[in-house]
C-alpha cells in the first residue's frame, strides 16, 4: 500500500522522479509520453460514450440509461488514473534500468467493454432504444 | 515512412509524433467535451445545467492551456525534457474532472 502511495506523491513532484536512476533517452520518454496520452484519449472516449448513451438513448428506461453511462463514465476515470500511474511507473522503471511494469489492466478494460458492447447489442435488439 | 530511419532524422520526429499525440488528444477532449455541454443544456437551461456547462469550458480551457505548453516546449528545442508529472496529472483531472460533471448532469 505504502508503494501506491508513493506513487501517487509521484504524480505531483518531478524532482521525486528525477532523483531516481539516470535520465533515459529522452526518445524513450517521449514514447512513454505517447502511450500516456494514447490512454487518455481512451479515457476521453469512454467519458464521451457515457455521455452519448445518457444523451442519443432517450427511449431508454432511466435505470438502464444511468447503469450504461456510469459504466462508462468509471471506466473513464479509472483509465485515466491508471494512464498518469502507469506512466509514472514506467518513467522510474526507464530511469532504474529495470524491466517495464506488467499491467493486466488493458485486459480487465477489454473484457469491461465487450460486456458493455453486448449489454447494448441487447438493448438495441430488444427496441428499448426506440 | 518506414521502421528504419536514418539516425539524423529521429530525433525530430519524435517531438513531431508526440506533438501530434497531444493535438489528438485535444480533439478528444473538445469532442467529450462539446457531448458535455449538450448534455448540460438539454431540454432547457436550468442553472444547475448552465453551471455544469461553465465548469466543463474551464475544465477544457484548462486542459487546452496545458497541451499548449507542453505543444511549445516540444516544438522549442530539438531534444524536450520528459513531460512534468503535474503536468500529466493536470491532463488527467480534466477527465476526472469531466466525469464529475457527467455524474451530477446524469443521475
Redesign the interface.
Known amino acids: 500500500m505504502s508503494e501506491f502511495v508513493r506513487n501517487i506523491r509521484?504524480?505531483?513532484?518531478?524532482e521525486l522522479?528525477r532523483d531516481e536512476g539516470g535520465?533515459p533517452d529522452?526518445?524513450f520518454?517521449?514514447?512513454?509520453?505517447?502511450t500516456?496520452?494514447?490512454w487518455?484519449?481512451t479515457?476521453?472516449?469512454l467519458?464521451?460514450g457515457?455521455?452519448?448513451v445518457?444523451?442519443f438513448l432517450p427511449a431508454l428506461p432511466w435505470a438502464w440509461r444511468?447503469g450504461l453511462?456510469?459504466a462508462l463514465?468509471?471506466a473513464?476515470?479509472l483509465c485515466?488514473?491508471r494512464?498518469?500511474n502507469h506512466?509514472?511507473r514506467c518513467?522510474r522503471a526507464m530511469r532504474r534500468g529495470e524491466d517495464l511494469p506488467a499491467s493486466r489492466f488493458p485486459a480487465l478494460l477489454s473484457l469491461v467493454i465487450a460486456v458493455v458492447a453486448v449489454v447494448m447489442v441487447v438493448v438495441v435488439l430488444a427496441g428499448w432504444a426506440g | 515512412m518506414g521502421g528504419v530511419s536514418a539516425a539524423g532524422r529521429d530525433p525530430g520526429l519524435q517531438p513531431e509524433r508526440t506533438r501530434l499525440a497531444w493535438r489528438r488528444t485535444t480533439l478528444s477532449a473538445a469532442a467529450a467535451a462539446v457531448l458535455a455541454v449538450r448534455t448540460a443544456l438539454h431540454g432547457g437551461a436550468s442553472a444547475a445545467g448552465v453551471a455544469a456547462c461553465a465548469l466543463c469550458c474551464l475544465l477544457f480551457l484548462g486542459f487546452l492551456g496545458v497541451a499548449h505548453r507542453r505543444i511549445r516546449a516540444l516544438a522549442a528545442v530539438p531534444r524536450p525534457a520528459a513531460l512534468a508529472p503535474r503536468h500529466a496529472t493536470a491532463a488527467v483531472l480534466y477527465a476526472v474532472g469531466l466525469v464529475v460533471c457527467a455524474v451530477i448532469l446524469v443521475v
Open positions: 509521484l504524480w505531483f513532484a518531478p522522479v535520465t529522452y526518445r520518454s517521449l514514447a512513454n509520453e505517447r500516456f496520452l494514447a487518455l484519449r479515457a476521453l472516449a467519458i464521451g457515457g455521455f452519448a445518457d444523451q444511468v453511462a456510469l463514465l468509471g473513464g476515470v485515466s488514473l494512464a498518469v506512466w509514472v518513467e
